[in-house]
Each structure stands twice: as C-alpha cells, then as structure tokens.
C-alpha cells in the first residue's frame, strides 16, 4: 500500500475514535477521557504529517517501449504493405518477409528478386555499428527496375543497420516499399506541369510576337501612307493657292506612286508570310528550265546592282537542265537574295552559281547567291529569320526595306522541302546557299515497296 493510502487510513480511524470518545462524554471530563482524548489527537497529527510529507506519486510505467516492441513494427509494417528482411554480411537476403516474399513474386521468390536488386544498385559501403562494433549497412536507395516480364516496378530499399532488439537475427535491417503507383503518378503530374510550362512560355512568346508584328506593321504602314497623304496635300495646297507647278508636281507624283509600290510590296509580303504561316500557300509545280529563271531573277536585280556600283555574274552548270517546283516561288526567294545582295553590297561583286547535285538517290538544285558586301557577325546571323529582323536598327539607315524577305524565303523554302544555309564575314561578304528538291518528292505507296 502507498503511504498517501496508510496516512489517510489513519486519520479516518482518529476522526471516527474522536467522534465516538465526544458522543459518550456524560456531563464533566475523567482521567480516562483526557487521555483518549489526547491520544486521539496525536494519532490525528501523525496522520497529516504522514500526508503532507509522503513523495510525489510516480507516472504508471509505459507498457512497453517501441524498442521493446520489435513484433509489433513488424506487425505495422506489414499492415503498411513494407517488406522487410536482413542483409547478411556477404551480401545475401535472408529472412524475407511474408509482404516482401509477395513483393517478389514476379521474379519467383525473394532470392531471385535480390539478385536482380543486387545487378542494379551498388549496396552502401558498411560501416561500425555502435552497439556491437561489427561491420552494418545503412542507407536509402531507389530502384526502378522491370519484372522478367517487362513490367516496370520502382522500390524504395531502406537499409536501417543491425537491429539488435530482433537479437537472435544477423544482418542489417532491410525495409522495402513498392512506390510504383506514387512515382508513376509524380512522374506523369511532372510531366504535365513541364508541358503546361512549355504550353504558357509558347503561349507568351506568340502573344509577344503577335505585339511586335503589330508594332512593326503599323510603323511600316504608316511611313508611306505618311508620305503619300502628306505630298497629296501639298500639291492640292499649291492648287488652291494657285501656285501649281507642272515640274515640281511631277517630282511630289513619284514620291506618292513609289510610296505606295512600296506599301504594295508590304502588303503582299506580309500576305505571304500570314498565308505560310498559316499553311494556306497553294504551290504550283510545274516543269521548267533552271537556267531560264536563273536569268530571270538576275534580271530582276541587275538595276539594283548598277544603283550601288556591283558587277554581277551568273554561272549555270552545264548539267543543270530542268526541274519541277513553282517557278514563282522559286524567282520570289532568287529575288530576296539577289536584292540583299546587292543592297549590302556597294563597289563589289554580286554572283548567282546554280548546279545540280545528287545527294543519296536524290537530285537537288543547289542556288548559291554570293556577295562581297557588309557581312554579318554571328549575333545577327542567328536573327536572320526572324520577321522585320534588319541588322542596322540605327535612325540613319541606309539601306530600306522592312526585313521581311529573309522570314518569307526560308518558309518558302521549307514549304518547298528544301534548306538554306548561310556564311558571312563582317565586311567580306555572304553567302547564302539553298537546296531545293529537283522534283516534289513522291509519297510512297504500299505497293511500290
Ligand atoms: N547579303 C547580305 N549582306 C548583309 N546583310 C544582310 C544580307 N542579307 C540580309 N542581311 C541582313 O538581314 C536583314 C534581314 O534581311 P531581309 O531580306 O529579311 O530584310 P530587308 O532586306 O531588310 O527588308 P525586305 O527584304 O523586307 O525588303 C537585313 O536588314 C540585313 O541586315
Ligand atoms: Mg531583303
């Protein structure tokens, strides 16, 4: 019995004694009584003072420590669906568990399925167990591994060094967990959110394109529309004041029309390239000779190159012969290239080659427009492409244009199942070479196979 019982026991028994001695108490006191009484009250002391000084009574003792409890983890980990078994100091599984066992019953059992464990992942390096000194193995290693049938498993293997509450089992402690379900779906909800990334910055850089195309459009439009609405008045100013003059007229005239043949080339560029982008372009193949358009698209640019002082030269392979593409479209991209050629290029030599190469069991038409102007460096070549990119951005250009030419010829070209390649010195000049398919490539039928 604990002390707080016994002194309360007592001081029950001194109040019912003390109580008693009063009641029976016949008019005065004796002897007898005082001394009861007396005694009664030391028993009544003893009694508090055992109360007061007894110790603090003790939290009940745990029922058992996890430590003490091995079974009941085990229990807990197979009713967590984790296998567990012991990695033996020469590597080998042993006392696999019931959950690991059906863990491993593709592979045939627990042995086989270690081995192909052991094929796959290095084991941590032992190291002193603190308790026994011995060598143990701790560490965590994720596997993603196929059944023998093919069949993806990903298991997450926690190795927890000896477990010496288990006492009569050797080895490191083996936890393992089939996390197949867990990392498909992390992987697939990774997957999504890159998608969903890549999806937004897609979206953000068309929206941002579509911005700076509009930008750029209504500046190029405006320019000439400017010019043509600003000559138109002062002409009809001139009438009106009575001071029109025929020949100055006629200037302000030419001004207007090449203002508006530029916002018409404008225009049909920009159609162009929308009409491309879209996948809207009709392609008209038909036959013709290489060298008769060749002459054509150097035609075409021969004024360009005498306004900036450039001898031009064509040359045609012998063997060239003729081809099946959409001549239009064909002279479209000659004619970029030769104008920029000869645009950037003053006091030089501007040059068209065209030859017929066989490249595997196909024929192409190699076009290669040379120039010994300006040139570009890296940086500007990288842009090339890109719709109303122009290398001189500077107030005082030179050289007009709205740097769409380069961004319809390369999806001309590609829409035409050819390529374009380019090499460029700054201030040697440029070369920029397109293959085009000698004929329009066949669709394979099943039967030709
Ligand atoms: N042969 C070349 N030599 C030097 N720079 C060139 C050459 N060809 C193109 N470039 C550079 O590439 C830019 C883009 O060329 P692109 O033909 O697309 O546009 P543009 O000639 O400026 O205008 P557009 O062709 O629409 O009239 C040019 O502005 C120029 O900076
Ligand atoms: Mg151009």
């Not at 009569?168 to 936890?175: I, N, Q, R, T, V």
């Not at 400017?226 to 008045?233: F, L």
């Not at 306004?307 to 003729?322: I, T």
Request: hydrophobic letters at 45%; a negative charge.
């Amino acid at each position: 019995m604990r002390p707080r019982t016994v002194a309360a026991g007592l001081l029950a028994v001194a109040v019912a004694t003390l109580v008693g001695v009063v009641a029976s108490l016949p008019g005065g006191l004796g002897i007898a009584t005082v001394l009861g009484v007396a005694s009664l009250a030391g028993l009544l002391l003893a009694a508090l003072v055992l109360i007061v000084r007894t110790e603090p009574v003790e939290a009940p003792a745990q029922l058992s420590s996890p430590e003490r409890n091995p079974i009941a983890e085990l229990r807990v980990a197979r009713a967590m669906g984790v296998g567990v078994g012991f990695v033996l100091d020469d590597g080998s599984l042993s006392n696999p568990s019931p959950t690991l066992t059906a863990m491993a019953g593709p592979w045939n059992g627990p042995l086989d399925w270690w081995l192909a464990v052991l094929a796959q992942v290095r084991m941590p390096t032992p190291r002193d167990c603190a308790v026994c000194g011995e060598e143990e193995r701790v560490g965590l290693l994720r596997l993603d591994m196929d059944t023998p049938r093919g069949v993806r498993r990903v298991y997450q293997l926690n190795l927890h060094g000896h477990a010496h509450e288990f006492n009569d089992l050797d080895g490191s402690l083996l936890l393992v967990r089939d996390m197949t379900v867990t990392s498909v779906s992390e992987e697939n909800l990774r997957r999504l959110n890159e998608e969903m990334t890549v999806a937004r910055d897609q979206a953000l850089a068309a929206s941002r394109a579509k911005s700076s195309f509009l930008a750029n459009m209504s500046h190029e439009l405006r320019t000439p529309l400017n010019a043509v609405i600003g000559y138109s008045e002062m002409m009809l100013e001139e009438i009106d004041d009575g001071a029109f003059d025929p020949g100055a007229a006629r200037q302000d005239l030419h001004r207007v029309r090449s203002s508006g043949m530029h916002l018409l080339d404008l225009i049909s560029d920009v159609l162009d390239l929308s009409k491309v982008e879209a996948g809207k372009l009709e392609l008209k193949p038909e036959a013709f000779e290489v060298s008769e358009l060749a002459r054509e698209a150097m035609a075409i640019a021969k004024p360009m190159a005498r306004a900036n002082r450039n001898v031009v030269r064509l040359e045609c392979a012998g063997d060239v012969g003729s081809m099946v593409a959409d001549p239009i479209r064909v002279r479209q991209v000659l004619f970029n290239l030769l104008s920029n050629a000869c645009k950037f290029t003053e006091n030089g030599r501007v040059g068209l080659d065209v030859r017929r190469v066989m490249q595997g069991t196909e024929e192409w038409i190699a076009f290669e427009v040379s120039d010994t102007g300006i040139g570009m460096t890296e940086t500007q070549q990288r842009r090339l492409y890109e719709p109303f990119y122009q290398a001189d951005t500077s107030s005082t250009r030179v050289h007009g244009g709205s740097g769409l030419g380069l961004a319809i010829s390369l999806l001309l070209i590609q829409e035409m199942g050819g390529r374009i390649a380019l090499r460029s010195t700054i201030d040697e000049g440029s070369t920029f070479t397109i293959h085009l398919p000698a004929a329009p490539r066949r669709a394979t039928s099943p039967l030709s196979a």
